[in-house]
């Protein structure tokens, strides 16, 4: 009786465990100056995982610009439900991006601008806690398009090329984890590694 007790709760527990984990990249220039960092944090309860990423890099050109975003992303059984992305220039919001799961595929928002998305199986925000396996493209909740994926196995690095405008950036995973990656920003390219 006692033992079949502590399988019920044992199993019980189980059920209503809830994960936490952080990671922060350290964001540098090509010239190895330190520019800021990004922090990742995902949270599991039972079949629903929230990933927020907040970021923030200093700019010296002509003059100081401070670039960041904030993620928030909610998913369900492994499929996202609803997404927001703010970016700022100078502590100033410049752009809102929205991605929610609709009957069939997503409606995509940008500064309220609509688009209908298809419905996808691997999106960007997964990208830090999640290896990109077998795949051919990931959805991109900055910009509402799919971006093309190629794995280079030697490397264990993964090309992600953005239809908009040709960049590729490079993603390395080591146990199923984004270890660091090249990003190519419109200012410059940006380098990530993991703290």
Not at 121 to 143: A, Q, R, T, W
Not at 168 to 183: I, P, R
């Amino acid at each position: 009786m006692i033992s079949r007790l502590i399988i019920i709760l044992t199993l019980m527990i189980q059920a209503n465990t809830t994960f936490a984990g952080n990671v922060t990249y350290i964001i540098k220039s090509k010239d190895n100056e330190q520019l800021g960092q990004l922090v990742v944090t995902q949270s599991i309860s039972n079949d629903r995982e929230e990933i927020h990423v907040t970021s923030e890099i200093k700019v010296k050109k002509l003059i100081t610009m401070v670039i960041s975003y904030t993620l928030y992303s909610v998913f369900e059984n492994n499929k996202l439900q609803a997404n927001e992305v703010v970016t700022f220039r100078n502590h100033l919001p410049h752009d809102v991006m929205t991605t929610v799961k609709k009957d069939q595929g997503y409606l995509f928002t940008k500064n309220e601008k609509k688009s209908t998305i298809k419905d996808f199986v691997f999106c960007e925000s997964m990208m830090y806690f999640n290896e990109p396996k077998d795949l051919k493209e990931i959805y991109s909740e900055f910009d509402g398009v799919f971006k093309s994926i190629v794995h280079h196995k030697s490397e264990n690095r993964y090309d992600l090329t953005n239809p908009l405008n040709k960049n590729t950036s490079k993603y390395f995973y080591s146990n199923g984890m984004l270890q660091k990656a090249v990003v190519f920003h419109p200012m410059m390219t940006l380098y990530l590694y993991r703290k």
